[in-house]
């Protein structure tokens, strides 16, 4: 065996490798298993003792060597890949920030959510139902039936099913979610229901789609001042104020006995709203108790049970706190309108703004 040609030709194959996986089958055509240096060690068995140590010792030198270079051409060559990967991927940070813009959190989600909030902290579970009803969810039931003139004042958007011809309504109010709710469930209940309620009207206070958020308390003993108490805490935890000038006006609603309306002072002041102070008036919710002809069509014993009920307007209580002042701008989707009224969402810091 010619070891230093062996030697030579080794070298000279390793110094000539440009990548990783030709130095890899080198390596193994040498020092795997099967490899020209492990095939020799092994036929070391067969000579004589003092040949074995000779050739054993140059076999072992020739091994290191091979090993060495190999070696130190894999570093060579992860070398030249890195070098090729960094000039390849080189940043320009002369280049200015990308600029990036933040959504906003439009006013009415984020007054449902604050309302949500508050009601949940007294206990209030949040429950929903579709927009498209039925008559007798959105009116019947709810102790209006045909022809009762309480359905004059809703201006009431009809559909009919074209499969079965039945007579549907986008619902008027958040009020047949009690209805659906009732029916389905035990009492004790207490919910409400933040969503999208229709009704074919359009001014400054009314838009043709608007929110509103129903509540909903069935018990064994609450009564009216349970009603004002939880009414009366929520606003005052929602506009953020000790006082708040308000007023309870009777009023009537069918599928509530005895009735009220609450409305909140305001003074409209050039373009803006300040509210809790001032000498007009903005209705913001209807309630009352649950009219026992309502309990028992769901099939609740109005003798055991009952129960109080409201219903709020949720554009109204944002324009007022928002200050706001005409409703039919929470739709008009004008993005120089969202980015001054809207909201950051938490943990964002806005950079460029919209
Ligand atoms: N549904 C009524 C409306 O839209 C508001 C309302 C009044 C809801 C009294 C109630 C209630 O739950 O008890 O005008």
New binding site residues.
């Given amino acids: 065996m010619d070891f230093s040609k062996i030697e030579k030709d080794t070298l000279e194959q390793i110094n000539s490798i440009k990548n990783l996986d030709e130095l890899e089958k080198i390596r193994l055509s040498y020092l795997g298993k099967k490899g020209l240096i492990s095939q020799e060690m092994k036929n070391l068995v067969n000579l004589e003792i003092d040949e074995k140590k000779e050739l054993g010792k140059k076999l072992n030198t020739l091994k290191n060597l091979i090993q060495n270079k190999i070696e130190s051409k894999r570093i060579e060559i992860q070398n030249i890949d890195l070098n090729k990967k960094m000039l390849d991927e080189k940043l320009d940070l002369t280049l200015p920030p990308r600029n990036y813009s933040n959504g906003k959190i439009h006013p009415i989600s984020q007054t449902i959510n604050s309302v949500i909030n508050i009601f949940s902290g007294m206990g209030f579970s949040v429950a929903d139902g579709p927009d498209i009803e039925t008559d007798f969810h959105n009116f019947t039931a709810l102790n209006i039936p045909p022809n009762h003139p309480a359905r004059e004042m ?1 201006d009431t958007f009809y559909i009919t099913n074209e499969k079965n011809k039945e007579k549907l309504v986008l619902r ?4 047949p979610v ?1 209805i659906r709710t009732m029916m389905n469930k035990e009492p004790p209940i207490k919910i409400i229901v933040p969503g999208r ?1 229709y009704r074919c009207d359009s001014d400054s206070t009314h838009s043709p789609m608007f929110h ?1 958020c ?3 308390l069935i018990d064994k003993d609450s009564n009216m001042a349970h009603l004002k108490g939880c009414l009366i805490d929520f606003l005052k935890n929602f506009f953020e104020l000790d006082e708040l000038k308000f007023r309870f006006r009777p009023s009537y ?1 069918p ?2 006995e005895p ?1 009220a309306e609450m409305d909140i002072a305001y003074r409209k002041e050039k373009n803006t709203f300040k509210f809790g102070e001032g000498e007009d008036w903005l209705e913001i ?4 108790m ?1 009219n026992p002809i309502v309990l028992e069509n769901c099939g609740i014993d109005s003798k055991n049970y009952k129960g109080f ?3 709020l307007g949720i554009e109204r209580i944002a324009m007022l706190k928002y200050g706001i002042a005409d409703l039919r701008s929470f739709f008009e989707t004008d993005l120089r309108w969202i980015k001054h009224y809207g909201f950051n969402p938490l943990n964002l810091t806005s950079k460029s703004g919209l």
Avoid at 172 to 175: D, L, M, V
Avoid at 285 to 288: P, R, S, T, V
Wanted: hydrophobic residues 30%; aromatic residues 14%.
């Fill in positions: 809703q008027t109010h958040t009020s009690q309620t509103q129903e509540g909903l609603f599928f509530t009735s919710l209807g309630c009352g649950v009920a409201f219903g």
